[in-house]
Structures are given as structure tokens and as C-alpha cells.
């Protein structure tokens, strides 16, 4: 059975564990799946070679505890601690890409990946949003073999206060709304990123949320066409 990496960016218990059983349960007998902590500086995480050694794919979850910008000073803690995740997981994914290794990046995820290649992350007022709200494959989109049989327009959750501003270098647009300009990027032929949540079918903000059974198709679907390609 495949193996697949989970790294968490989150301090809080409750959301630890909840963000862990949603990729459990998303990901189903698919795959084996072991999750570890990018706050963990016990990991080998300058060896990127021996940190993904017997793993056949890695995922970057999302975090409600860290923002890159989030409209804080620059100096702000929690800030810091995004440039600390971001400083410590580059060459783990720099080493995925050229290695041709199956990548998925969830919120946060999508943005550390997009800050690791140049695309600009901050907070767009506009774009921040939480709850669920529709998506549309753009004509690569509909092409790409993830999305395959996804209908054009979705819906999706999404819950970011951070944004990506700027189209990270190699990055190809698949997904867009005018409430998100980048809700999907392929980087290479393995690589996804999405700005929105798939392993959750609806958050709960708000009375008029709408589930996003589409959406949450997307994770057995990597696993299935690009992790076990």
C-alpha cells in the first residue's frame, strides 16, 4: 500500500486531531498515512532524501495558528514562526518536485508552497473569506488529469485570512473565483496546491454553507492518479 506524509502546521490539540482525522477519513484505505510536525526541529528536515524515505507522497496541511502576513507587523510572532515553517520545509519540497514526488499543498500548504516559489502571499481583504463559496476550473483545469471529470464550477471550503497575490514561477493556474484568483496551481506534473480545504465537506461557519461533495473528491483522486501513476 502507498505511504503518504502529512506535515502539520498547528499547536492546538483539538485541531491537531481534527485535521488528522479528516485526512483519515478523506484519504480512506487508499493509502497508509503518518503525519509529523513542521514545529518539530528533532526532524531531519536539512536531509529531505532521508525525511521522505519510504513515503510515496507528501501533503502540507492547512493552520488556523500561523498567517504570513495576516495584517501583523512584521516583526509579530506568529509571523516568524510562518518564515521559521517556511525556512525548514523548503528543501523538503524543492527535493519533491525535482524528485517527481506526488505534493499536495492545503491552504497554508498552498501558501508556503507558492512563497517558496515567488508567488507573493498577503492579506487581501476581498479574498479572505470563510465558509463555503464556488470555484471554477480554468481551460487548463479542465484538462489536467486530477481534475478529470470535475465539473467546471464547485464548490469548496474555504477558511484563509492570507491570500496568494502573485502567481508563484512554474506554477500553472487550474481553479480561480473572483473571491480567490489562485484556488488550484500545478507546479511540474505532481505538484497540486489548493486554497481551499478538500478534506472537509462544510465547516459550519454559517447557517447558509453549503456541502462540497465535488471538492472533496479531490484527495482520493490524487492519490489515485498522480500518487499511484
Known amino acids: 500500500m502507498k505511504k503518504v506524509l502529512v506535515v502539520q502546521s498547528r499547536t492546538t490539540p483539538e485541531r491537531i486531531e481534527r485535521e ?21 526541529e528533532r526532524l531531519a528536515w536539512t536531509t529531505p532524501e532521508e525525511f521522505l524515505e519510504g513515503f510515496d507522497g507528501v501533503i502540507f496541511g492547512g493552520s488556523s495558528d500561523f498567517d504570513f502576513h495576516g495584517g501583523r507587523v512584521e516583526n509579530d510572532p506568529i509571523r516568524l514562526i510562518s ?24 491552504c497554508y500548504g498552498h501558501q508556503l508552497i507558492a512563497n517558496i516559489y515567488g508567488g507573493e502571499v498577503n492579506q487581501d481583504k476581498e479574498q479572505s473569506k470563510f465558509g463555503s463559496f464556488e470555484v471554477s476550473l480554468t481551460e487548463e483545469g479542465k484538462r489536467d488529469r486530477l481534475f478529470e471529470g470535475v465539473p467546471e464550477t464547485f464548490m469548496a471550503q474555504y477558511a484563509h485570512n492570507d491570500s496568494v497575490t502573485k502567481l508563484p514561477k512554474g506554477a500553472t493556474l487550474l481553479a480561480s473565483s473572483p473571491t480567490c484568483k489562485f484556488s488550484a496551481l500545478r507546479y511540474g506534473d505532481t505538484a497540486y496546491t489548493l486554497q481551499f480545504h478538500p478534506e472537509v465537506e462544510r465547516f459550519g461557519f454559517s447557517k447558509g454553507e453549503r456541502e462540497s461533495p465535488q471538492a472533496s473528491r479531490l484527495i482520493p483522486l490524487w492519490v489515485e492518479r498522480i500518487l499511484a501513476a
Open 83 to 106: 518564515l521559521l515553517i517556511l525556512s525548514r520545509t523548503k528543501d523538503l519540497v524543492s527535493y519533491a518536485l525535482t524528485e517527481k514526488i506526488p505534493l499536495l499543498g492545503v
Open 20 to 40: 488528522q482525522e479528516n485526512f483519515i477519513r478523506s484519504i480512506g484505505t487508499l493509502a497508509d498515512v503518518t503525519f509529523l510536525s513542521a514545529l518539530d
